[in-house]
Nanobody, 128 residues
Framework: VQLQASGGGLVQAGGSLRLSCAASGRAASFSRYVMGWFRQAPGKEREFVGGISRSADTRYAESVKGRFTVSRDNAKKMVYLQMNSLKPADTAVYYC?????????????????????WGQGTQVTVSS
């Protein structure tokens, strides 16, 4: 499975961005994957941002709840991260990730170890 994240850029505080993640390879099974978004700021560990399960249940980190929304389009093999009301603290490289061994009841996890495949990351910079 290959994951390609895109949509990052430079935005002012309060602005919005939508990140996209395209799956290929074994993507015929995309609808069976739990998909997650993580981010990593300079000098910090990679942290969970949000994710979406096979049944489209979503989960978010407290720091982004109410501002970020994760969605998926299984027909297009895409997952999205809509980011609104961006803050300078949201500046980071954002990664999408896939848990390809998920079963129907697997929840969205916040640990990097749950995810088997990772995209290359896209930079998001929020200026004050």
């Amino acid at each position: 499975v290959q994951l390609q994240a895109s949509g990052g850029g430079l935005v002012q505080a309060g602005g919005s961005l939508r990140l996209s993640c395209a799956a290929s390879g074994r993507a015929a099974s995309f609808s069976r994957y739990v998909m997650g978004w993580f981010r990593q700021a300079p000098g910090k560990e990679r942290e969970f941002v949000g994710g979406i399960s096979r049944s489209a249940d979503t989960r978010y980190a407290e720091s982004v709840k109410g501002r970020f929304t994760v969605s998926r389009d299984n027909a297009k093999k895409m997952v999205y991260l809509q980011m609104n009301s961006l803050k300078p603290a949201d500046t980071a490289v954002y990664y999408c990730a896939a848990d390809v061994t998920a079963i129907l009841t697997t929840p969205v996890g916040d640990a990097t170890g749950q995810y088997d495949y990772w995209g290359q990351g896209t930079q998001v910079t929020v200026s004050s």
